[in-house]
């Protein structure tokens, strides 16, 4: 069992920058096979999609088209990662999901079925 939290929502002026982290604990992360761990966003009115997600082994990143050269995530730790969005737009205000699962590849890893744990979630509201 794995369970996820995440941290660092709030507000921010469309052109700023925000960092989220989110925290996996239960089991050490590298014992599993296809291991990923990324964010979805889910704003008002609208389904939950992709953001970004990175792979355990080898460090792959993959992004939505969205925010491609705008966002970045990265590994902080063994149990850690976080997601710096830059240049915000208004459009990326939404509630921001942390997700981890196992057993994931390229044809299923943006897709938020696949993921088997999720956090609470924390949002984000970019406005002037």
Not at 27 to 44: D, S, V
Not at 87 to 109: H, R, V
Request: hydrophobic residues 35%.
């Amino acid at each position: 069992q794995v369970q996820v939290v995440e941290s660092g929502g709030g507000s921010v002026q469309p052109g700023g920058s925000l960092r989220l982290s989110c925290s996996a604990s239960g089991r050490t992360l590298n014992t599993f096979n296809a291991f990923a761990m990324g964010w979805f966003r889910q704003a008002p009115g609208k389904e939950r999609e992709f953001v970004a997600t990175i792979k355990w082994s080898g460090n792959r990143l993959y992004y939505a088209d969205s925010v491609k050269g705008r966002f970045t995530i990265s590994k902080e730790n063994s149990n850690t990662v976080a997601l710096q969005r830059n240049n915000l737009k208004p459009e990326a205000t939404a509630g921001y999901y942390c997700a981890a699962g196992m057993g994931l590849f390229p044809s299923s890893i943006r897709t938020d079925t696949a993921y088997s744990y999720w956090g609470q979630g924390t949002h984000v509201t970019v406005s002037s």
